[in-house]
């Protein structure tokens, strides 16, 4: 018996983080895009009797397995995704430790926004861009290609994320059209500093 994940309801309501992303998109990214991973995962993972439920044992082979990397990759993906935004957040600056690696990193918060936004704004086509801690505890950002992530063999970044955004155009076609820098500068209304302080934390403290 082959391994069986399950779709999480998402951490808040549908129209919790509207008008930043609106009810339909959240159905539908959820609903329908993550269920179809999720679902599609589940059958790859069977019909390759991987019985593992470790995500850095399943990511760790996918070179010659596209239906496990870009399923379990979209399955994964998109928990952190949802994980990282919150309708009621506490800015960064509420956060000492977070904000302090934040300028450390980046010299200041808006040098860090404009890197990242402008690192989103690039992805050509499908993907998302990670904010990640490397082994000195520094924070980096990078892009990773339609739906690969640190855990992959594939994937040549291998720091750690903390924070996530979905720039693949279902993400925001429906509020935004093709207008990603808008979507992009809309997130920062919505990220849950709490949580990627948290994740930030338990890395550091490893
Ligand atoms: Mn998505």
Redesign the pocket.
Known sequence: MATKFNLKDLPYSYDALAPHISEETLKV?HDK??QT?CDKFNGALEAAQIESEDFREIFANVADKPAIRNMGG?FW??QF?WESMAPKCSGPSELPEMHKAIVDSFGSFDKFKDEFSQKAAAVFGSGWTWLAVDSNGKLVIYNTANQDNFMMDVCVNKEEPILVI?V?E??YYIDYQNKRPAHIDEFFSIINWDKVSERFLKIINQ
Request: overall charge negative.
């Open positions: 990214h895009h993550h991973y979209g993906n998109h995704y979905d693949w279902h993400a």
